[in-house]
């Protein structure tokens, strides 16, 4: 089956997983305004959903507003932090669950994630008729994940369209021109 105008679309935003994958092998962000044009294609939007953790500092709200100003809900939860310095944020059951809850009202499912824990989640999807979509940075995408989806988006492919340089790159780029070495003419 190929994307169609008619076909009605749900977007599961795994936040934390794109975050860190983002930051970690590119020391960007993730623009979520072009993957979410990318990923609707034309067809209907239905419900985009964004996964997301909070924290005590609440630093991250100016974050959650610019989801929410995309037309992204958000489901939060708070980082949990253990006596042991150990922390804790995890929404994967979460998503699936509302994968399952919403899908008799979507034809194509789409999970921003690279995490394999979602394989029994996409079999269980297609096996109910649906289109299942990833769109994920592939250097750090589940192998089994790429190749049981209908269709695999690597992030990494186009990073100028898919990656916002951030606030560390910035500042690094910033340094090293600072640093370079003045040239006089003789």
């Not at 419900?47 to 909070?54: D, E, H, L, N, P």
């Not at 996409?122 to 940075?137: A, I, K, L, P, T």
């Not at 994940?145 to 790159?169: F, T, W």
Request: without cysteine; charged residues 30%; aromatic residues 6%.
């Amino acid at each position: 089956m190929l994307k169609q105008p008619d076909q009605r679309v749900g977007i599961f935003i795994d936040t934390q997983n794109m975050y860190h994958t983002a930051r970690q092998l590119f020391r960007k962000r993730v623009n979520f305004k072009n993957i979410l044009e990318d990923g609707v294609a034309g067809r209907k939007l239905i419900r985009a959903i964004a996964y997301v953790i909070s924290t005590k500092t609440e630093e991250e709200q100016p974050f959650f507003e610019s989801l929410q100003k995309l037309g992204i809900e958000l489901q939060s939860k708070e980082l949990i932090e253990y006596a042991s310095g150990a922390k804790k944020a995890d929404w994967d059951v979460g998503l699936a669950i509302d994968v399952v809850r919403m899908i008799d009202m979507l034809d194509v499912i789409i999970i921003l994630s690279g995490d394999g824990d979602f394989v029994p989640l996409v079999e269980y999807v297609q096996n109910r008729g649906r289109r299942v979509e990833v769109m994920s940075f592939k250097e750090t995408t589940n192998t089994q994940l790429q190749e049981i989806v209908d269709d695999h988006i690597d992030l990494s492919s186009n990073k100028r369209r898919y990656l916002i340089s951030s606030a560390i790159s910035r500042k690094k780029r910033v340094t090293k021109k600072r640093r370079r070495p003045q040239v006089k003419p003789n």
